[in-house]
Structures are given as structure tokens and as C-alpha cells.
């Protein structure tokens, strides 16, 4: 009820909508760039890929905690969960996997295939319709983001070891990473956010150890734990944690193509970062770049058809994927009964 009574109010309140949208995925792309910063950093000291172990660790801990309070009930079948766990665990994992064969401008310009594959799951599975002008918008992003990654390539030149295997890397995590941003928004939109968010802690939690523990436990045991390891390790959860937090608010609102979007200025705040950590020159190009990325999110927020394109479930018109969730939830709370 209380939700209804602000997305009634969100439609009525366009012009504040937007600006709101905005400063929340603007919002979440600073806490992206600080939680890529401190991931490099754990990278400079040579710590396993895994990182986010404690991140999903925490999630789980703090909304579980939430969930056990409130007596609630899992509203989603346990095994998809899993599966958006899964998915979001892969992408970390493959994203960071591809600063070891390509160069940080080629991983950072072909992230931006997120924002197609998002494009497309959403039309095919949750019904999102795009007009010409959100694509124009959307398209204006990725430009902007272009500028000042050719402009990064030209100054410091290719640093990328296996080109093509980096690519290839990055391309398949972009698919991980539109799958679990997809699932997400679908589930937020129709159940408890807090339980979506503990979910993907704590599957994402059993996932990554287990991955660690098949991949990467020879790295473990070679960790000399230090403080710099310690705090990076602090820094990247703490940041990572308020990532994961703020972004089932941006899904709900907005969707995950306009999520994407607005994580491509991630960058842009990497080098802002940079400029008062290393004292880095920052060229004209950044500036013109961040003008047409925010003027491609406020073409295409202002032309949204539909912020919220699944169907709530008080309506009767829910998604048929959906459907079965609900039914396969059923029928196990119906077996837990009788047994």
C-alpha cells in the first residue's frame, strides 16, 4: 500500500522524478567507482579474483538479520535465488578476470555491452518497450563513454597482454552481469526487496566460496595477510555492500537499462577519484564526455513510457515467468504443510 501510494505519486511528479533517478544512478555510479578503486588496489597486492566474498557475506548477515526479525517467509523459491546468485558471481568474477589479457580501456568500452544485452532481456521477458528516442538517449551514453576512453587509449596506448581471450572474457561477463541486473529488477518490482538482496548475499556467498575453493585456493593460502590487504579489503565490501543496497531502488524505479546507463559514468567518477588520490591531470574531453552522458540520461528518463514495466501483481496481469514462481511456491508450501 505504502509503495502504491508513492508510484502514484512518482507519475504525477515527472520533473522531480527524473532529477531524483538521476542523482540516484549518478549516486550509485560513485559508489561503483570507489568500489572499482579499491578493487584495483586489492588487485596491485595480488589477492584472489573473488573479492567479493565478504561483500555477499555481509549482505547476508545484515538483511538476513532484517528477514529473522520480521518472522518472513521466503516469497521466491529458494533455487532461483541460486541462480541469480550464480549469475552475479560469475560477472564479478569474469570482469575482473579480463584486466589480466586486455587493457582497462578495452574492458571498460565493451562493459558497455551490458546496456544492449539489458535491452534486450527486458523486451523479451519482462515487455519493456523502448521508443526511438530512449535509443537515442541510450546511444548518446555509450558515445559519451567512447570519447574519453579513445581519448584514454590515445595518451597512455594499449597495455593489454591477449587482446582477443580479454575481450571474449568481458563480452561474457557483460551477459552475467545484464542477467543478474534483469532478475533483480523483475524480483524487486514484485516481492520484498530486503529478502532479494539477502538472497543474493547469501547464494552469492555459498557460490564464491565454493568458486574460491575450486579455483583459487592455492591463492588463498599464499595471502600475506598485512593492513593495506586488510583495509582493502574493508574498503571494497563497505562500498560494494552500499552498491548492492542502493541499486533494488534504482531497479524498481527506473529498470535496469536506465541502471546501466547510468553506471557508465562510473568511470567518469573513477577520475575525479583519481584526481585527488594520484593528483592527475584530467583533459577537456572528460568534461565534454560527462555533458553527453547526462544529456543522453535525461533524454531518455524524460521519454520513458513505462517506468515500471512489470505488471504488479494486485492487477491479475502478472508476467507469465512470474506465474510459474508463484505456482512452484505454492505447491512446495503446500508440501511442507501436509508433511
Request: proline residues 2%; charged residues 10%.
Amino acid at each position: 500500500m505504502y509503495w502504491n501510494s508513492i508510484s502514484s505519486w512518482w507519475r504525477t511528479n515527472v520533473t522531480f522524478s527524473t532529477f531524483y533517478l538521476l542523482f540516484l544512478g549518478q549516486l550509485v555510479a560513485f559508489i561503483l567507482a570507489l568500489t572499482s578503486f579499491a578493487s584495483s588496489l586489492i588487485a596491485h597486492l595480488h589477492v584472489p579474483l573473488t573479492q567479493s566474498t565478504f561483500t555477499y557475506a555481509s549482505l547476508a548477515l545484515v538483511y538476513g538479520a532484517i528477514l529473522l526479525y520480521r518472522s518472513q517467509r521466503l516469497q521466491v523459491a529458494w533455487y532461483w535465488y541460486l541462480l541469480l546468485g550464480f549469475v552475479d558471481v560469475q560477472g564479478n568474477y569474469l570482469f575482473n578476470k579480463a584486466f589480466q589479457f586486455s587493457s582497462i580501456t578495452s574492458v571498460t568500452l565493451l562493459d558497455c555491452c551490458t546496456i544492449a544485452w539489458a535491452i534486450i532481456l527486458t523486451w523479451f521477458f519482462l515487455g519493456t518497450r523502448y521508443s526511438l528516442w530512449q535509443l537515442f538517449g541510450a546511444a548518446l551514453c555509450v558515445l559519451g563513454l567512447g570519447l574519453v576512453l579513445l581519448s584514454d587509449a590515445w595518451i597512455r596506448g594499449g597495455d593489454s597482454s591477449r587482446p582477443l581471450l580479454g575481450d571474449m572474457v568481458v563480452i561474457l561477463s557483460t551477459v552475467f552481469f545484464a542477467m543478474s541486473n534483469v532478475g533483480e529488477e523483475f524480483f524487486v518490482k514484485n516481492r520484498n526487496r530486503v529478502e532479494v538482496v539477502c538472497m543474493i548475499g547469501v547464494y552469492g556467498f555459498i557460490v564464491s566460496v565454493v568458486q574460491l575453493s575450486l579455483l583459487e585456493h592455492k591463492s588463498v593460502k599464499s595471502i600475506k595477510w598485512s593492513s593495506d590487504i586488510i583495509l582493502g579489503f574493508a574498503a571494497f565490501s563497505l562500498s560494494s555492500f552500499m552498491y548492492y543496497t542502493i541499486t533494488p531502488f534504482v531497479l524498481k524505479l527506473s529498470g535496469s537499462t536506465m541502471f546501466n546507463l547510468s553506471l557508465l559514468t562510473s568511470d567518469m567518477w573513477a577520475v575525479v577519484i583519481r584526481i585527488f588520490f594520484y593528483r592527475q591531470q584530467v583533459d577537456w574531453l572528460y568534461y565534454v564526455a560527462f555533458s553527453i552522458v547526462v544529456i543522453g540520461l535525461i533524454v531518455y528518463s524524460t521519454t520513458e513510457k513505462d517506468p515500471i514495466p512489470v505488471p504488479a501483481l494486485e492487477n491479475g496481469n502478472s508476467n507469465v515467468q512470474y506465474q510459474i514462481v508463484i505456482d512452484e511456491n505454492v505447491a512446495s508450501s503446500d508440501k511442507s504443510s501436509d508433511s
